[in-house]
Structures are given as structure tokens and as C-alpha cells.
């Protein structure tokens, strides 16, 4: 548990105060949506949970990038990381479009 913890420790901050930050703009969001019924509202409260999900990925990301590399793995994700990476371009043009 200890060991955890100090990985944990080891996360970008940024990304944990982000993800922290949008899963209380979508929870105020979801709320106003509730309470207007305005699905523009609801709309935008998904976008802010997406966000605030990306950041989680980002900041578990960091945590494990912290830890000693197994040589099997490495050579598996080598193979698998142009696929990562197109993923993520497409999503940063789908998100501002």
C-alpha cells in the first residue's frame, strides 16, 4: 500500500488538479442541465466528464511512466505506440473542431 501511495506521490500534479477541476465543472454542469433541462447544458457536462476522464488517463500515465521497465513490455508497447499517438492527434483535432 505503502508503494502506492509513493507512485501516486510521483503523479503530475497538473493532470490530477485538471481532472479534479472538470469533474466538478461537469458535476455543476449535470446540475444546471437537471434543473433547466437544457441539453446543450448536458452536452457540454459529458464534454467536461470526458475531460476530466482524459486527465485520469494522463495522470495514471505519469504514475506508471515512474516505474521500472519490464523488457517485454517495452518491446510490446514500442510496437503498439504509432497507434497510441494517432489516437491522441485525432483526438486533440476532433476536440477542437
Known sequence: ???VYELIKKGNKSSAIAMIGNTLIALTEFIAGAISGS??????AMHSL???VNQGFIFIGSILSKK???TQVSKWFRTLEPYFQSNS?????????
Open 1 to 3: 500500500m505503502k508503494q
Open 39 to 44: 441539453g446543450a447544458m448536458f452536452a457540454a
Open 50 to 52: 470526458v475531460d476530466a
Open 68 to 70: 521500472k521497465t519490464v
Open 89 to 97: 492527434r485525432i483526438g486533440c483535432i476532433d476536440d477542437d473542431i
